[in-house]
């Protein structure tokens, strides 16, 4: 039987935990704000009174939320490392403005939600790390309400040949020394690279949205095709 993802996945992150944003940072050369802003603006969209966002992480996506959410929407922030989820806490009591963000530990496989309860949920670059893709599409199907929206964030495999040689040169050779350098993990940048090379393309995911209680899904790529947002309705 195949070892589960999660079994060392998890270790992985909350070892990179206290430089994981720094790394986002580099290695995506800044643009990650720029593509939670995108996820934010699609999840505002709905004018959601309680949101979800699954693998959190240390919450960038979530406060970004908070930041430009000018109602009163509750932000849950679930992630199953506990490094992760201090970081985030700590961001939360020195930003004004945060108190309507709860950090939970929780798997995205089992979401800790009543049914058909959460306006929206959102996810930025979960999606490769998980089991199984069916199972948690069918656990946030079920976690939002009739007609609430999903917004998911993602790394996609490049098909262009000649940016397909550029993009794993930079991802095989850069990023690996990169990560070792300032995470200290001998692994987890060697990681990023081969998930993204083995995930999903963006119709796939649309087809697996589908199957899993979606209807309308829309892809818009992002960073020349890089990475995939993927905005659906619960049906």
Known sequence: MPVRK?????????SIAPRYDLLN????????????????????????????????????????????????????????SAPMLRIGRKRAREMSGSDRIHFVAGDALELPLLGESVDVVVSAFVLRNLDSLPVA?????????LG?????????????PVFRFLFRLYFRR?????????????????????SVDNFLGPDEVSAQLEANGFVDVQVTRLAFGTVAMHVATRR
């Open 137 to 145: 599409f069918s656990a946030m199907a079920k976690a939002i309400r």
């Open 25 to 80: 940072r580099l290695i995506s050369f800044g643009m990650d704000r720029s593509w939670r802003r995108h996820a934010a603006t699609a999840a505002l969209a709905a004018r959601p009174g309680l949101m979800l966002d699954i693998g959190t992480g240390t919450g960038d996506l979530a406060f970004e939320f908070a930041g430009r959410d000018k109602g009163e929407t509750t932000i849950i922030g679930l992630d199953f």
């Open 6 to 14: 999660s079994v060392w996945v998890r270790p992985m992150f909350d």
């Open 174 to 194: 850069w990023v690996p020394v990169l990560g070792r350098l300032i995470s200290r993990h001998p692994d987890a940048y060697t990681w990023l690279p081969e």
């Open 148 to 160: 609430g929206r999903l917004v998911l964030l993602e790394m996609t495999p490049i098909r262009q």
